[in-house]
Each structure stands twice: as C-alpha cells, then as structure tokens.
C-alpha cells in the first residue's frame, strides 16, 4: 500500500470522526469525500448512490459542487463499470479514456479522476469520485486513500439497511437535527424541478432563509423547521441546506411579488414567537431572506441557490 505514515494515521483519525457522526449519513458522506481531497489533493469529491437504474450526487464538493443532486443514468458510464465490477477505476485523461462520458466531464471542468466502490452486504451500492481539472498519473496512493474512506462510510450505510428498507433512503435525505431535508435531497428536487421548468418554459422560485449570530441556533432548529413550513404551499419543500441556513423550493412562483409575498411570511412566521433560550427580538435581529427566480436570476440549481442567499 502506497501511503505514506503520515497520511495513513489521518485517515484513522478520520474513520473515528466518521464513526461519531453516527446516523448523519449525509454529514458522513460529506467529511469522508472532503478527507479524500484533502488528502490526494483533488480538485473535488462526489459520492453517487445507486439508487434503481440511476446514479445519484448525494454529496458533491470542490469542482463537483454544482452536480449535487443530480441523477444519471448508471449505464454506460464509468461509475456504473465501477459498481459491476466492484473494484476501483481510474482516469488519467478524460480526453483519451473511451469508457468516460467526454461531453459530461467537459461540462463539469474535470480531466481526471478515481473512482472507488462502497460496498455494503457484498453489493455496491455507491461509489466515492474524486476529481481533477488537469489530467495526471496517479502513483501517490490516491485509490488506496478514497477505498479505505469509502469502506467505513459503506460500513455506517449498511448498519441502516439492516434496520429496514427505507431507513437508509431516509437517513441520506434527512437532516437530523432540525427534521426537514437536508441539502442533497434539496438539490435533487431542485434539479428535477429546474429541468421540468426549463422543458415547459415555466418558472421557478427558490427562498433562502439564514440566522447569523445565535449561538443557541442548533437547540431551535427544528422549531425553525415548523414554522417556515407553516407558511409553505402544496409542493414546495423546506431543507436544511446549511449550518445555519434553509432553503426553500416554492413551486408556485408565477411571478416576484408572489415570491417575496410568502418569503415575507415565512420570516414573520419564524420570528414572531420567542424559542427556548431566544428571544423574539433576537430572532428578528438575526433572520436574514432572500430569494431568487428562474430564469430572470439565474439558470443552474447553484447558482439560483447563490442568487438567493441574503
């Protein structure tokens, strides 16, 4: 094994801090790919589920950050060879590699990459991709690396789905603390939700709600969570979409007033009651909404979420 002391001695450090995220398996995804990058120097990290006949971007960093929630088909790509064959792949040249998707890997800016399995239960349910913007050799251990981060995260996935069929399901696309979805199943919907508007050159409207400054903020989350939904309509989705942030997907924004009309009522509707250990008047101080519309503002999932961020 090609890694240096150094290196190997973090990555135990690492599966430690993995195993006290415990049921957080979104978070866990989240620091075992940005443990893989910092580690081989990556440009970005993505782990992508397989989830039927579709690969989805559950977590995405770096370079890759834009792809999160996306949902591709598992067939003939490169991740899909990965998950038949269970064994980890690597790309020096996305250029010159006839088993990539060329146009794909342009449109993400990437030129290199490795892509390891997570197994679980003996089948592949997952595999972590880290990336690179130049192509390159890969002879500093980079696989090794990825591999043995992907294991503990495939061996804290499979603990849910030996409590029940959905339980894994859920616990990718739930924040714990506050009860709502969290970012990745956020980004999903507003992927789906985008491409449905751009097909049907419809609208879309998306809110951002931040709390800057309470310290007690983790202890209100899920009250949080409740009051914004109140003021929520038929199919929109609330998420947690940040340490101290919630997103908002509003799916009847015909037009700006209308999205300003109910971000305005979510902001009343969050600080007109005191929580424990904040007051009312602390609340007010600390919301922060903004909100954008696609396609005035914005035409991709991340950069509307960057519109509206207050």
């Known amino acids: 094994m090609n890694i240096p002391a150094h290196k190997l001695l973090a990555i135990i450090q690492a599966q430690v801090q993995l195993v006290g995220l415990g049921n957080d398996l979104s978070a866990v995804m989240d620091a075992a790919s940005a443990k893989a990058v910092e580690l081989t120097g990556a440009d970005g990290a993505v782990v992508e589920l397989l989830e039927d ?3 989805v971007y559950r977590s995405a960093s770096g370079l890759a950050e834009a792809q999160l929630g996306l949902r591709m088909p598992v067939a003939n790509s490169l991740s899909g060879r990965v998950l038949t064959s269970r064994a980890a792949a690597l790309c020096t040249d996305s250029e010159a590699d006839e088993r990539v998707n060329r146009e794909a890997c342009r449109k993400v800016g990437l030129r290199a990459m490795v892509i390891v399995p997570l197994i ?7 595999v972590m991709k880290l990336v690179w913007k130049a192509p ?4 500093d251990g980079e696989a090794e690396i990825a591999q043995l981060l992907a294991n503990m995260t495939a061996m804290l996935m499979q603990r849910a789905t030996q409590e029940g069929p959905h339980v894994l399901k859920r616990r990718l696309t739930l924040d714990e603390a506050s009860g709502a979805a969290n970012r990745s199943f956020f980004y999903e919907q507003l992927q789906a939700k985008l491409a449905a508007a751009q097909a049907g050159q419809g609208q879309l409207g998306v809110g951002v709600i931040r709390f800057d400054g309470i310290d007690k903020l983790p202890e209100a989350l899920a009250n949080i969570s409740r009051r914004i939904e109140r003021e929520c309509r038929p199919g929109d989705l609330v998420a947690r979409i940040g340490h101290d942030e919630f997103g908002v997907i509003l799916n009847m924004a015909s037009r700006r007033s209308i999205v300003t009309s109910q971000l305005h009522r979510i902001s009343l509707s969050v600080t007109s009651e005191a929580l424990p250990g904040i007051s009312d008047a602390a609340l007010r101080a600390a919301c922060r909404t903004g909100s954008s ?6 035409h991709s999932a991340i950069e509307l979420v960057q519109a509206a961020r207050p």
Not at 120 to 126: D, K, N, R, T, V
Not at 293 to 298: I, R, S, T
């Open 293 to 298: 519309l696609y396609p005035e503002d914005a």
């Open 120 to 126: 679980a239960g003996g089948e592949a349910i997952a």
């Open 136 to 139: 390159r050799a890969f002879d």
């Open 53 to 55: 006949d579709a690969i």
